[in-house]
Structures are given as structure tokens and as C-alpha cells.
């Protein structure tokens, strides 16, 4: 069988058409018929076709004019037929790019294999353009994972070697490490790059509604595995998702199929799983709480994103970074980092990591703009932030502020969904903004 490829057969003949169709399906192509050669050059941006299987002589354009058409505008290579074809006409053919030339009646198997090897070509060709750009690009990713750190590079070094692969990958890393950064480098330097990249944040999925955002429905249309087919799905929280979700997670990357709700059509699932952790999912297991079978056939190799902390020597390098895209984006000089800055950096534990330090530096840098603005003064706001409530009922009310604001910015101030995820009622929900204080329109647009 062929791997899915895509052919367009261009022929005025309705009757030969059928039977091309019928030959090429059931040796696995995807076919798409046209009856004359003018519809191609309006079908070519569309139809993504690997191999173009065309008749020579036809009213209008002819099978041959088509190929000058096409040249430059198409690497779609072209298969020329004909039942008057002679040896000038087929040098002709081949001199000026076309990949072959079969005289009909042509015998069906030999007609399959050419199809097969300019696909195949065609294939290689693209995936080769794809890797000169990635290539040319890699050392971009030294701007992503910033660092010097042996961990950092070791980290780099891992993600251009496993990005050629297609195993699942488990990310293990505190808060704000840049697992969903990982992920995506392991996508964008992939031979998916050009399918989707689908992330889901597990935890922000209500329960109720987890197996429907997955699989999808009958009624409500695809779920997030067709959209990210013949990409990379990336699970964030993993330890969020519901138990009986867990089986039929575990079903599909065993079977590499799946059935959407309310329906009796198997669905095939041509995906990479990249997952993250934070929980420790070894505890989480022996409770019951996640499969053993699922954890282990997601690991098949486990990265772990080393804490800020643990490389202090990248600390000022990173800041110095965000410095320069913060100064960029709010259009003012870049601060001038003192020795008593420096200092302050290194002495800070940064409990959420490089996420923690691009909000400490841009608020450096939003007081800079004002004449104002240190290391210390932008980290005694998270200090402040961060302050422990004196009563309990202050911690509570301080827990639920921070829960609240996190689900209406998750959801978009989508009322109905918040009050889903967070298990209360929509009328409870309105009650607690109001009584917590809570902006909704500051938080939606921070």
C-alpha cells in the first residue's frame, strides 16, 4: 500500500477516468479526477496532489501545454499518457520535465510503480527542502533554549536528536521550565513541521467534557486528535487527565485508532504524543490515580528540564535577552544593568523559573521607560505579590482570587466554561468576582 499519496489524473476520456480511479484506490492512492487540463491550474493551489497523471491530446489545453503552464508555478512532477504518443513526442516530453511517458495502453503495473517512484520523489524532494531550512534555522534554537549551562545544552543536543524521530517524549520540569517550548522545538524540527502542532493544557479541560474535547463528536465535530493528525499533540498536565480517559488514551496509541462520541467509525490516528509533568506521576500511580501501562508507553524517553536555579551561571544571559526583546516591544532604550542588579539576580532562588524571570524583567523594564526601574524594585513586586495572608480567611480569599483569574483568562471571560472548570455555578461564580474584587476585562487583557 501506498503512504497516503495523493495523485490528480487529468483525462477527457470519462470512461478512462473511472478506470484509473478504480485501479489507482485500490492500490492505495488518493485519487482526484478532472476531465480537462484548464481545471488544474485552478486545483493545483488546492489539492496538494503528489503526481500529476495526465492525457496528452485533449480538447483545449493540451496534456503537454499544461506541462509549460505549470513550469515554475508547481513542483508537482507530471506523468504524460497517450494513445499516439511516438518516440519525439515522448523526448519532447521528458526534455522539457516531465517525469515520464507511457503510451496507452499501458500495462497497470508498470503504470503503479511510476506513479509510486515520483511520489516517493516527490516526498523525498520536500522533506530535503524542509530539512536545508531547518537546518539553516537550528542555530535559532540556541535563541530558544537560551544558556550556557552543561544541562542546557545537553537539552539542545537531545531535542535535534530525537526530533528525527517519532517516539512519544514525557517532559518532567517545575512550573514555567518552557516544557511547551520543548515540545514545540521537537515538532518545528520534525518531519511533521508542516502538519499541526496541537497543545492542550489538561488541567483547564473540565472533566465532563474531557472525552468530547478528545475524541470529538458526532454532533459537534472533530476533537483535538483530528486536528492534530498526522502531527504532534502535545498533553500538558498529564496528570490531569480523568481515569477512564486514561484507557481510551492508552487504546489509541496502541491501535493508532479511535471512535468519536456517537458514532461507529473508526478513525485512524496518525499522530506523535509529547507529554509534561510536573506531579509526580511515580506517586500518583501506586494511589491509582494514572495507569502504569499509559505512563510507560508514554516515556519511552523522558527529558528533564533543569530549574533556573540549577544553572545560575545562565541567570544574567537570560535577562539580558528579555531585556532586549521587552525594550523592542514597548519601543525604549534597553536598561543598563548595574553590579547591584547583577547581584540581586544571582542571589534569587526564581521559584517559577525563566516564566518568572520575563515578568520580572519586563516590569524592569516598563519602569525603566518612566525613569525609574531596578532588578530589586521589579522582584519586590513579586515579593509583595507573593506575601502570605495573615488569616485564614484571607488565604482563602487570596486562593480563590488566584483560581478565578486564572480560569476566566484559560477561558477567554467565556462565563459558562469558567463556572465548568472550576465546579461551581454560574450565579456562585458571579457572586465570587463581585465579592473578590475581581477586574475581569484588567485580567483579560493583561
Excluded at 158 to 179: A, C, R
Excluded at 311 to 336: C, G, I, K, Q
Excluded at 356 to 366: A, D, F, G, I
Amino acid at each position: 500500500m501506498n503512504p497516503g499519496y495523493r495523485i490528480t489524473v487529468v483525462d477527457d476520456d470519462k470512461a478512462m477516468r473511472e478506470s484509473l480511479a478504480h485501479l489507482l484506490e485500490k492500490a492505495g492512492f488518493e485519487v482526484l479526477c478532472l476531465s480537462r487540463a484548464e481545471n488544474v491550474l485552478s486545483s493545483i493551489q488546492t489539492q496538494d496532489s503528489d503526481v500529476l497523471l495526465c492525457d496528452v491530446r485533449m480538447p483545449g489545453m493540451s496534456g503537454t501545454e499544461l506541462q509549460m503552464q505549470l513550469k515554475g508555478q508547481s513542483d508537482v512532477p507530471i506523468v504524460l499518457m497517450s494513445a499516439h504518443g511516438d518516440i519525439p513526442m515522448a523526448v519532447s516530453a521528458i526534455q522539457n520535465g516531465a517525469y515520464s511517458f507511457l503510451e496507452k495502453p499501458f500495462d497497470p503495473r508498470r503504470l503503479i510503480k511510476v506513479l509510486q517512484n515520483a511520489s516517493q520523489l516527490r516526498r523525498l524532494s520536500r522533506n530535503a527542502d524542509r530539512l536545508k531550512v531547518r537546518l539553516a534555522e537550528l542555530s535559532a534554537l540556541d535563541r530558544v533554549m537560551i544558556g550556557n549551562a552543561p544541562s542546557i545544552k545537553a537539552l539542545r543536543a537531545e531535542i535535534v536528536d530525537l526530533s528525527t524521530t517519532d517516539v512519544n517524549v514525557m517532559l518532567l520540569g517545575e512550573t514555567g521550565t518552557g516544557k511547551e517550548l520543548v515540545a514545540k522545538a521537537l515538532h518545528d524540527l520534525g518531519h511533521r513541521s508542516a502538519e499541526p502542532f496541537v497543545p492542550i493544557n489538561c488541567a483547564a479541560v473540565p472533566v465532563v467534557r474531557f472525552e468530547e474535547v478528545l475524541f470529538g463528536t458526532a454532533d459537534n465535530g472533530p476533537g483535538l486528535l483530528a486536528q492534530a493528525e498526522g502531527g504532534t499533540l502535545f498533553l500538558d498536565e498529564l496528570g490531569a487527565i480523568p481515569l477512564e480517559i486514561q484507557a481510551k488514551l492508552l487504546r489509541v496509541i496502541e491501535t493508532k485508532q479511535y471512535t468519536p462520541i456517537n458514532t461507529s467509525k473508526m478513525v485512524n490516528a496518525n499522530i506523535r504524543i509529547v507529554s509534561a509533568a510536573h506531579e509526580r506521576l511515580e506517586e500518583m500511580m501506586k494511589e491509582g490515580r494514572f495507569r502504569e501501562d499509559l505512563y510507560f508507553r508514554l516515556n519511552t524517553i523522558m527529558l528533564t528540564m533543569p530549574p533556573l536555579r540549577a544553572r545560575r551561571d545562565d541567570v544574567t544571559t537570560l535577562y539580558m535577552h528579555y531585556l532586549d526583546v521587552f525594550a523592542s516591544t514597548y519601543e525604549t532604550d534597553v536598561p543598563v544593568l548595574t553590579s547591584g542588579d547583577v547581584a540581586t539576580l544571582l542571589a534569587y532562588d526564581w521559584p517559577g523559573n525563566v516564566r518568572e524571570l520575563r515578568n520580572v524583567c519586563e516590569r524592569h523594564v516598563l519602569a525603566a521607560r518612566r525613569g525609574a526601574g531596578s532588578v530589586d524594585s521589579a522582584l519586590n513586586d513579586n515579593r509583595e505579590n507573593s506575601t502570605t495572608p495573615e488569616t485564614l480567611r484571607e488565604a482563602v480569599a487570596a486562593f480563590e482570587r488566584q483560581l478565578i483569574g486564572k480560569a476566566l483568562a484559560r477561558h477567554q471571560g467565556r462565563m459558562d466554561d469558567v463556572a465548568a472548570a472550576l465546579g461551581i455555578g454560574r450565579r456562585t461564580l458571579n457572586e465570587k468576582i463581585v465579592k473578590l474584587g475581581l477586574d475581569k476585562e484588567t485580567i483579560l487583557n493583561r
